[in-house]
């Protein structure tokens, strides 16, 4: 009897090992969505992990994750690791291995549990974007894996939906600024020493200008006064801008500080300028397109998961007395975690 069910156990390990020959090897789950957002704008949300998680189906499972960031902040060779004990969420990694504008291709690493593609594909519709995230796996011969494989769509497209919805969501509460044609790099700045007046004026061009010309006036004077040399072109620290108008910090760096400080109620200050990671763009042509610019850069500090870091200022690389207003240059950084 017990040699009968072994044979018959047997013949059904057999027969269900064979089974699974025929059945699919590869596995590909596609789910999408619609979202009102442009390509651009999700294309760059998406081309890194800053923000993965802020729509991750899997982020809130086990908040006790732990989550490594490696290679460059976005595009190709960006990398996220992540390690948990929850087992709905496991431990693995996901690097972008190619980055086009409609396209995003991620090679996902579950270690023992083998290896995947995915893939984000951006298409225009109407004033939108369609937003296609696909997953790719080869099973190979385990006969277990080519079983399991037959549940994979509907254990992760569920994911997926589910993902997408949140995407969605996250995308449409983004500045709907067009940031494309933003000209920007990350850069890192030492600390320098500065002489500066704090002062305000209304929004207005000819009230800013008096504003500025009135402080580094003051500023100028100081540093002849004390023999301190400028090391730089003169800036703007911007503490607000809005309907209550301008407050910002008209600054010089200087060589050297002076050995005393100033009297406290000399409204000329000196101090030290930011140091650490910051937003770099340029912006060519009249004052009157920083408000623009600044826009744009909001858009994409916000696509792309940056975070403010401080005051931003400008950097007024040529005198606007001696060029024509097209070839007006400033320089504008943000500070960022």
């Given at each position: 009897?017990?040699?009968?069910?072994?044979?018959?156990?047997?013949t059904?390990?057999?027969?269900l090992?064979?089974?699974?020959?025929?059945l699919?090897?590869?596995?590909?789950?596609?789910?999408s969505?619609?979202?009102?957002?442009s390509i651009?704008?999700?294309?760059t949300?998406?081309?890194?992990?800053?923000t993965f998680n802020e729509?991750?189906p899997?982020?809130?499972?086990?908040?006790?994750?732990?989550?490594t960031?490696?290679?460059?902040?976005s595009?190709?060779?960006?990398k996220?690791?992540?390690?948990?004990e929850?087992?709905?969420?496991?431990s693995?990694s996901?690097?972008?291995m190619?980055s086009?504008?409609q396209?995003?291709?991620?090679?996902?690493?579950?270690g023992?549990q083998?290896v995947?593609?995915?893939?984000?594909?951006l298409?225009a519709?109407?004033?939108?974007?369609?937003?296609?995230?696909?997953?790719d796996?080869d099973?190979?011969?385990?006969?277990?894996s080519r079983?399991f494989?037959?549940?994979?769509?509907?254990?992760i497209g569920?994911d997926y939906?589910k993902g997408?919805?949140k995407?969605?969501?996250k995308?449409?509460?983004?500045?709907?600024?067009?940031?494309?044609?933003?000209?920007?790099?990350?850069?890192?700045?030492?600390?320098?020493?500065?002489v500066y007046?704090s002062?305000?004026?209304s929004?207005?061009?000819a009230?800013i200008?008096?504003?500025?010309?009135?402080?580094y006036?003051?500023v100028?004077q100081?540093?002849?006064?004390?023999?301190?040399?400028?090391?730089?072109?003169?800036?703007?620290i911007?503490t607000?801008?809005?309907e209550n108008g301008?407050?910002f910090?008209a600054a010089?760096t200087?060589k050297?500080a002076?050995?005393e400080?100033p009297?406290e109620?000399?409204?000329?200050k000196?101090g030290?300028?930011?140091?650490g990671?910051?937003?770099?763009?340029v912006?060519?042509g009249?004052y009157?397109?920083?408000?623009?610019?600044?826009?744009?850069?909001?858009a994409?500090?916000?696509?792309s998961g940056?975070?403010?870091?401080?005051?931003p200022?400008?950097v007024?690389?040529?005198d606007?007395t001696?060029?024509q207003?097209?070839e007006i240059?400033?320089?504008?950084y943000?500070?960022?975690?």
């Amino acid at each position: 009897m017990v040699k009968k069910l072994a044979i018959g156990l047997l013949t059904v390990v057999v027969i269900l090992v064979l089974v699974s020959f025929l059945l699919p090897r590869h596995v590909h789950v596609e789910r999408s969505t619609s979202i009102n957002g442009s390509i651009h704008t999700i294309h760059t949300y998406l081309n890194g992990f800053s923000t993965f998680n802020e729509w991750s189906p899997w982020a809130e499972i086990d908040p006790n994750t732990q989550y490594t960031f490696s290679g460059p902040r976005s595009g190709v060779g960006a990398k996220m690791a992540w390690t948990s004990e929850d087992r709905n969420v496991g431990s693995g990694s996901q690097e972008i291995m190619e980055s086009s504008p409609q396209e995003i291709k991620v090679k996902l690493d579950f270690g023992s549990q083998g290896v995947a593609d995915a893939y984000y594909r951006l298409m225009a519709e109407g004033s939108g974007t369609q937003v296609i995230w696909g997953f790719d796996t080869d099973l190979g011969f385990n006969p277990i894996s080519r079983y399991f494989g037959l549940m994979m769509d509907k254990w992760i497209g569920g994911d997926y939906a589910k993902g997408l919805a949140k995407l969605k969501e996250k995308v449409e509460a983004l500045p709907q600024t067009d940031f494309s044609s933003l000209q920007v790099e990350e850069v890192t700045v030492e600390p320098q020493p500065i002489v500066y007046v704090s002062t305000q004026s209304s929004r207005e061009e000819a009230s800013i200008q008096t504003a500025i010309t009135n402080a580094y006036g003051q500023v100028g004077q100081y540093m002849a006064q004390h023999g301190l040399e400028m090391a730089g072109p003169p800036m703007t620290i911007n503490t607000s801008w809005d309907e209550n108008g301008y407050v910002f910090d008209a600054a010089m760096t200087v060589k050297a500080a002076p050995e005393e400080a100033p009297a406290e109620d000399n409204p000329v200050k000196v101090g030290t300028s930011y140091s650490g990671k910051a937003l770099k763009t340029v912006l060519k042509g009249p004052y009157s397109g920083m408000e623009a610019r600044y826009n744009e850069l909001m858009a994409y500090m916000a696509a792309s998961g940056y975070k403010q870091n401080g005051r931003p200022w400008d950097v007024y690389a040529n005198d606007p007395t001696t060029v024509q207003p097209e070839e007006i240059e400033t320089h504008i950084y943000m500070p960022v975690e």
